[in-house]
């Protein structure tokens, strides 16, 4: 009997631990199951991406829609190139929008904006983003700012 | 002076004897041949002392510990209009560091220490002598079991830890200070990565319970079979076990996520 | 016959110290198989320490230990646990396992040696506690026995694979006169009924000499006298004479090795 409470409370002892490392994965870092299997990738090349990081987020009006793979240079036009993986549900960018980098709250950490455009064809997987609009950096703000107040 | 330098010589061949007979124990415990069959109910019994009865002081701890990162965080970034964040502060800090950390530090002192007292008091009343004499091994009649509980143990203990501190700084954060609930979530889902963070976290924990229990098992096996004896055993094994943790964690850190 | 024709241990030449102080200096003792061979002497002299080099729980610094023709000291630590299977050790302090009941104590020599079915194992642990009567405390721990009782359930564990060869360490301290007749009762019959062989330490000279078929005195790290009981008796030499009457004074040191009392004494602090 006394055995019996004993491998009683270990079985649920180690079933606790298996569901604390399930709710880890799934409520704290957000693991997906089915991560990439329903995500097609494009690509967009940047002049300057300020602090934007791998697994940045990646939005359509403010909703996350993806998340970023990699950040990368490309040698010949020697601008930075990020990869993204798109959600497989977001199919209606055209392949015409544009992407930006934009920054939440003033010092926030910083992620991709997609602005659609109206081209009747869709991105798909390999693409890539002609149109975007490099990050602000700050300090070239403030020192165009000041530049710009010395020559007045 | 003359003194004094084979004071130092005689301290330093004893530590060292401690160290050769700490890893005589390992390679016993690990070589052993398995047998799962008589190894099983012994472990059951071991998991349950090492790990169902630390899981009182696991819960309680870790709820508080989040609740108090919930509350400091929440302080400290309302001043930058960044409150949002507290989540995945909470979420970053306990399950990178301070789950395995202060799991493994409770652990040292609840299960370590029990674990060095019952060995050495088996030393002392021969019961390991009339153990050898029956013609079964200690090692692995009770030395294999502790050691692989207290192994399995830890990163359980410390999952658990990590969840419930989260849990309570949602408690904090969320329903007390009012955070909207949906970017304590999103903050915290989307910088927290699970092989990064959530496995190296465990990885550290597995660590952490390999060398406590191995400390323990030892100072245990290897301590002077009396009362003072004991006593001095069960405060090293806690001291030591501290110490290598937190030593242990930065080298693992530094390893992990630093760029050193 | 002589029963030395058939001997179960023979050591030979054994030197053992502790620290710098010299235990055992060239001793030789040879155990006859199927007899109770008694080991007496003074406190202090190394009689436990003798049965646990036969056990091969401490290793001397020369000489041989040979049981059944293997030298001991020289075995592998898997070949010792096989040896020591097939002997029992009664231990002087009992040590009992304390998270085990008495019936799961006389039990777990039979559960890790044999695979017995479950109620073959009962009814042998019944068996051995009720030869030595203590079958109605089955349900106890070990912590609430008595000094005396305890021994008993480590006699009756340390016989429960009917081992060849068991060894007891003061088998008779602690136990009223009822016990300690029952106990060299059931020790004569074990010998005489199943031929196990028996090596005894024992203060009590009466009751070991009445069941010892042959006594080794020990004393100073090596054997002193020898012999049947009945020869012992004749011995002239008055160390033996001393020890088997039991007298304070003589040639047996009763106390341990020191320098002269009276300087001592003298010397202050
Ligand atoms: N662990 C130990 N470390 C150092 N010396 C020891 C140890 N155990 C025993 N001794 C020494 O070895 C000697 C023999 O001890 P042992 O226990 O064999 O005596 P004994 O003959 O069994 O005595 P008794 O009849 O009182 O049981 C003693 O003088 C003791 O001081
Ligand atoms: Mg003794």
Same mark, same amino acid.
Not at chain 1, 26 to 44: F, I
Not at chain 2, 53 to 66: A, E, K, N, R, T
Not at chain 3, 177 to 183: E, F
């Given at each position: 009997?006394?055995?019996?409470?004993?491998?009683?409370?270990?079985?649920?002892?180690?079933?606790?631990?298996?569901?604390?490392?399930?709710?880890?994965?799934?409520?704290?870092?957000?693991?997906?199951?089915?991560?990439?299997?329903?995500?097609?990738?494009?690509?967009?090349?940047?002049?300057?991406?300020?602090?934007?990081?791998?697994?940045?987020?990646?939005?359509?009006?403010?909703?996350?829609?993806?998340?970023?793979?990699?950040?990368?240079?490309?040698?010949?036009?020697?601008?930075?190139?990020?990869?993204?993986?798109?959600?497989?549900?977001?199919?209606?960018?055209?392949?015409?929008?544009?992407?930006?980098?934009?920054?939440?709250?003033?010092?926030?950490?910083?992620?991709?904006?997609?602005?659609?455009?109206?081209?009747?064809?869709?991105?798909?997987?390999?693409?890539?983003?002609?149109?975007?609009?490099?990050?602000?950096?700050?300090?070239?703000?403030?020192?165009?700012?000041?530049?710009?107040?010395?020559?007045? | 002076?003359?003194?004094?330098?084979?004071?130092?010589?005689?301290?330093?061949?004893?530590?060292?004897?401690?160290?050769?007979?700490?890893?005589?124990?390992?390679?016993?415990?690990?070589?052993?041949?398995?047998?799962?069959?008589?190894?099983?109910?012994?472990?059951?019994?071991?998991?349950?002392?090492?790990?169902?009865?630390?899981?009182?002081?696991?819960?309680?701890?870790?709820?508080?510990?989040?609740?108090?990162?919930?509350?400091?965080?929440?302080?400290?970034?309302?001043?930058?209009?960044?409150?949002?964040?507290?989540?995945?502060?909470?979420?970053?800090?306990?399950?990178?560091?301070?789950?395995?950390?202060?799991?493994?530090?409770?652990?040292?002192?609840?299960?370590?220490?029990?674990?060095?007292?019952?060995?050495?008091?088996?030393?002392?009343?021969?019961?390991?002598?009339?153990?050898?004499?029956?013609?079964?091994?200690?090692?692995?009649?009770?030395?294999?079991?502790?050691?692989?509980?207290?192994?399995?143990?830890?990163?359980?203990?410390?999952?658990?830890?990590?969840?419930?501190?989260?849990?309570?700084?949602?408690?904090?954060?969320?329903?007390?200070?009012?955070?909207?609930?949906?970017?304590?979530?999103?903050?915290?889902?989307?910088?927290?990565?699970?092989?990064?963070?959530?496995?190296?976290?465990?990885?550290?924990?597995?660590?952490?319970?390999?060398?406590?229990?191995?400390?323990?098992?030892?100072?245990?096996?290897?301590?002077?079979?009396?009362?003072?004896?004991?006593?001095?055993?069960?405060?090293?094994?806690?001291?030591?076990?501290?110490?290598?943790?937190?030593?242990?964690?930065?080298?693992?850190?530094?390893?992990?996520?630093?760029?050193? | 016959?002589?029963?030395?024709?058939?001997? @179960?241990?023979?050591?030979?030449?054994?030197?053992?110290?502790?620290?710098?102080?010299?235990?055992?200096?060239?001793?030789?003792?040879?155990?006859?198989?199927?007899?109770?061979?008694? @080991?007496?002497?003074?406190?202090?002299?190394?009689?436990?320490?003798?049965?646990?080099? @036969?056990?091969?729980?401490?290793?001397?610094?020369?000489?041989?230990?040979?049981?059944?023709?293997?030298?001991?000291?020289?075995?592998?630590?898997?070949?010792?646990?096989?040896?020591?299977?097939?002997?029992?050790?009664?231990?002087?302090?009992?040590?009992?396992?304390?998270?085990?009941? #008495?019936?799961?104590?006389?039990?777990?020599?039979?559960?890790?040696?044999?695979?017995?079915?479950?109620?073959?194992?009962?009814?042998? #642990?019944?068996?051995?506690?009720?030869?030595?009567?203590?079958?109605?405390?089955?349900?106890?721990?070990?912590?609430?026995?008595?000094?005396?009782?305890?021994?008993?359930?480590?006699?009756?564990?340390?016989?429960?694979?009917?081992?060849?060869? #068991?060894?007891?360490?003061?088998?008779?301290?602690?136990?009223?006169?009822?016990?300690?007749?029952?106990?060299?009762?059931?020790?004569?019959?074990?010998?005489?009924?199943?031929?196990?062989?028996?090596?005894?330490?024992?203060?009590?000279?009466?009751?070991?000499?009445?069941?010892?078929?042959?006594?080794?005195?020990?004393?100073?790290?090596?054997?002193?006298?020898?012999?049947?009981?009945?020869?012992?008796?004749? #011995?002239?030499?008055?160390?033996?004479?001393?020890?088997?009457?039991?007298?304070?004074?003589?040639?047996?040191?009763?106390?341990?090795?020191?320098?002269?009392?009276?300087?001592?004494?003298?010397?202050?602090?």
């Amino acid at each position: 009997m006394r055995t019996r409470v004993m491998e009683i409370s270990v079985g649920a002892f180690m079933l606790a631990g298996i569901l604390a490392l399930i709710l880890l994965a799934l409520n704290v870092s957000g693991l997906t199951v089915s991560d990439s299997s329903g995500s097609y990738r494009v690509t967009a090349r940047f002049e300057n991406i300020g602090g934007l990081a791998p697994r940045a987020k990646v939005t359509l009006s403010g909703v996350q829609i993806g998340q970023v793979r990699s950040i990368g240079i490309d040698e010949r036009m020697l601008m930075a190139v990020v990869e993204m993986d798109i959600n497989g549900s977001a199919d209606y960018l055209s392949s015409d929008s544009s992407a930006q980098i934009l920054t939440a709250g003033l010092l926030g950490e910083q992620y991709i904006g997609i602005i659609p455009g109206a081209d009747d064809e869709m991105l798909k997987d390999g693409d890539a983003i002609e149109n975007t609009q490099s990050a602000l950096v700050l300090e070239n703000l403030v020192s165009k700012f000041l530049f710009n107040k010395v020559t007045e | 002076m003359l003194d004094q330098i084979q004071a130092l010589g005689r301290y330093g061949l004893t530590r060292l004897g401690a160290v050769g007979r700490s890893g005589m124990l390992l390679a016993h415990v690990l070589v052993a041949r398995p047998q799962p069959l008589k190894m099983f109910p012994l472990l059951l019994k071991q998991i349950y002392f090492v790990g169902v009865l630390s899981l009182v002081i696991i819960l309680v701890s870790g709820m508080f510990i989040g609740m108090v990162l919930g509350l400091q965080g929440y302080t400290i970034l309302v001043d930058y209009g960044s409150e949002q964040a507290v989540g995945q502060m909470v979420a970053l800090s306990l399950v990178r560091e301070l789950a395995p950390v202060v799991a493994a530090l409770l652990f040292a002192g609840r299960a370590g220490s029990a674990l060095t007292a019952e060995i050495g008091l088996m030393k002392a009343t021969e019961q390991l002598s009339s153990l050898e004499m029956i013609g079964v091994d200690p090692y692995r009649q009770i030395i294999a079991p502790r050691f692989w509980a207290g192994f399995i143990c830890m990163p359980i203990l410390s999952a658990i830890f990590a969840i419930v501190g989260v849990w309570g700084g949602a408690l904090v954060s969320v329903d007390w200070l009012g955070i909207y609930e949906g970017s304590f979530w999103a903050n915290m889902q989307h910088s927290v990565d699970f092989y990064e963070d959530i496995l190296n976290g465990l990885i550290k924990a597995v660590a952490f319970g390999f060398v406590v229990t191995w400390i323990a098992v030892f100072q245990g096996y290897d301590c002077v079979p009396t009362s003072e004896g004991i006593s001095q055993a069960t405060t090293r094994t806690v001291v030591y076990a501290s110490l290598w943790v937190l030593g242990l964690d930065f080298i693992l850190t530094a390893l992990m996520f630093g760029d050193l | 016959m002589d029963m030395f024709d058939d001997i @179960i241990i023979n050591i030979r030449k054994l030197n053992f110290s502790r620290g710098d102080r010299a235990i055992f200096r060239g001793l030789d003792i040879r155990i006859p198989r199927g007899k109770v061979t008694a @080991i007496m002497g003074p406190s202090g002299t190394g009689k436990t320490t003798l049965l646990k080099l @036969i056990g091969g729980q401490l290793l001397p610094d020369s000489g041989r230990i040979e049981l059944d023709g293997a030298n001991i000291p020289t075995l592998s630590r898997r070949d010792l646990f096989e040896v020591r299977a097939r002997l029992g050790m009664l231990f002087q302090s009992g040590a009992l396992f304390t998270d085990m009941s #008495v019936f799961e104590n006389v039990a777990f020599p039979l559960r890790v040696h044999t695979d017995l079915p479950e109620d073959m194992i009962r009814d042998i #642990v019944l068996m051995k506690l009720q030869a030595v009567g203590l079958r109605g405390a089955r349900e106890l721990m070990p912590s609430e026995l008595s000094g005396g009782m305890a021994r008993r359930v480590a006699l009756a564990r340390a016989i429960a694979l009917d081992p060849h060869l #068991v060894m007891y360490d003061e088998p008779f301290t602690g136990q009223d006169p009822i016990a300690m007749g029952v106990l060299v009762n059931l020790i004569r019959r074990l010998n005489q009924a199943l031929g196990h062989t028996s090596i005894i330490v024992s203060h009590d000279i009466k009751e070991t000499l009445g069941i010892a078929d042959y006594v080794y005195l020990v004393s100073d790290g090596s054997v002193i006298a020898h012999g049947t009981p009945k020869e012992l008796a004749q #011995v002239e030499s008055e160390q033996v004479r001393q020890f088997m009457q039991g007298l304070p004074d003589g040639p047996v040191p009763f106390h341990y090795p020191a320098g002269e009392y009276r300087a001592e004494l003298m010397k202050g602090v």
